[in-house]
């Protein structure tokens, strides 16, 4: 949330008081915030224009992507392939990028995965171009240029989530487990009893979780179950 509204000094600042680094042990249950951190690392690049940090991050988010997909952590993968792209593209490794990207979406066509691609915004929406012209037959990166431009009023324009979200249809739609889970966060059940409930793990529930806030553009249970209220999603049955 820093980054997205611009204040790279205090995510630094966070990454810090985590005490994250690109040289950690990796694991699952910190995958989320050293993704956090590669995002950050990227961020100060663009920021200061250093020709270090996109070769810096490239090491760690190999180890990153490793880790994800020996746990078959497929979505952690794509977003790890897409942050990889960016660290291609930054460096002026235009091949690189678009091979990672490549990578990223054909894991994400089949789930129809769009925000991970669409909220990174104007890189991303550069090398989507590209691809489409290199295989104009390649319906998915076309839908994802357009769901860029709906976001936010042009590929190159700002991808706020909260914006997106106040539309009457999501440009992600929610899973039917996600669906499941959002009927149970606007509960009174706390985190490890909905867990026990969806007969998942804790951090499973999470990763759902994190997927809902991401999909509503809100960052926490309250705000979710509010927009899922606007968006009448707590009272639709899964596979409607």
Same mark, same amino acid.
């Given at each position: 949330?820093? &980054? ?5 000094? +205090? ?5 810090? !008081? ?6 950690? +042990?990796?694991?699952?249950? *910190? ?9 950050? &690392? ?6 200061? !224009?250093? +020709? ?25 993968? /794509? ?29 994400? +066509? ?13 890189? /991303? ?17 076309? !839908? ?7 976001? @936010? ?16 249809? &999501?440009?992600?739609? &929610? ?18 009893? /909905? ?16 997927? /809902?806030?991401?999909?509503? @553009?809100?960052?926490? *249970? ?6 899922? @209220? ?11």
């Amino acid at each position: 949330m820093l &980054l997205t509204h611009g204040d790279l000094g +205090e995510a630094l600042a966070w990454a810090r !008081r985590q005490c994250l680094t690109t040289d950690d +042990e990796l694991s699952y249950v *910190r995958e989320y915030e050293h993704i956090t951190l590669a995002r950050i &690392l990227l961020a100060a690049h663009t920021a200061d !224009r250093s +020709e270090s940090a996109p070769s810096a991050v490239a090491p760690f988010l190999r180890r990153l992507l490793t880790a994800a997909e020996t746990g078959g952590r497929t979505a952690s993968a /794509i977003e790890i392939l897409v942050l990889q792209a960016r660290a291609h593209n930054a460096h002026g490794d235009a091949p690189a990028a678009l091979a990672a990207l490549e990578r990223a979406l054909t894991l994400a +066509e089949p789930q129809g995965h769009v925000r991970v691609f669409v909220d990174d915004g104007p890189p /991303i929406a550069t090398l989507l171009r590209t691809l489409v012209r290199q295989r104009p037959n390649w319906a998915y990166p076309c !839908r994802l240029l357009d769901a860029a431009t709906q976001i @936010g009023g042009s590929t190159g324009g700002e991808t706020g989530p909260s914006s997106a979200a106040m539309r009457h249809e &999501l440009v992600e739609p &929610l899973s039917d487990r996600e669906l499941e889970v959002l009927r149970l966060l606007a509960g009174d059940l706390g985190g490890p009893d /909905i867990a026990r409930h969806l007969r998942v793990s804790v951090n499973t529930l999470r990763t759902h979780t994190r997927h /809902i806030y991401t999909k509503l @553009g809100v960052n926490n *249970r309250r705000d979710a179950v509010r927009m899922a @209220g606007r968006l009448n999603l707590i009272s639709r049955a899964p596979g409607r």
